[in-house]
Nanobody, 125 residues
Framework: QVQLVESGGGLVQGGGSLRLSCAAS????????MGWFRQAPGKEREFVAA????????RYADSVKGRFTISRDNAKNTGYLQMNSLKPEDTAVYYC??????????????????WGQGTQVTVSS
């Protein structure tokens, strides 16, 4: 079992920045891929960003490309999502996810085995 604990969400003005963190613990079945998804009220859960085990392969949704950066520190068992130039349409619950024993990059939610509890990000106009 892998446990994912998210932190870093909050309220920020448009144009501001936030950094989300996702700490993994338990039996992590390394290597494991990581990803971030978000869900706004009344909308489907959508892909945001993904990263491979070694961090040498990343993938971003078109809506966040150039503004968000996904990274990880395997020595700390922690993944990150740096969010810059935030817009009101970025407001959503953000979820981190992990796929155990995986070295690739995955953009579909069904590819992931484990999920964090979600953290609220609210961007005011």
């Amino acid at each position: 079992q892998v446990q994912l604990v998210e932190s870093g969400g909050g309220l920020v003005q448009g144009g501001g920045s936030l950094r989300l963190s996702c700490a993994a613990s338990g039996r992590t079945f390394t290597p494991y891929a990581m990803g971030w998804f978000r869900q706004a009220p009344g909308k489907e859960r959508e892909f945001v960003a993904a990263i491979s085990w070694l961090g040498d392969n990343t993938r971003y949704a078109d809506s966040v490309k150039g503004r968000f950066t996904i990274s990880r520190d395997n020595a700390k068992n922690t993944g990150y999502l740096q969010m810059n130039s935030l817009k009101p349409e970025d407001t959503a619950v953000y979820y981190c996810a992990a796929r155990a024993s995986a070295s690739g990059v995955y953009s579909h939610p069904t590819s992931y085995n484990y999920w964090g509890q979600g953290t609220q990000v609210t961007v005011s106009s």
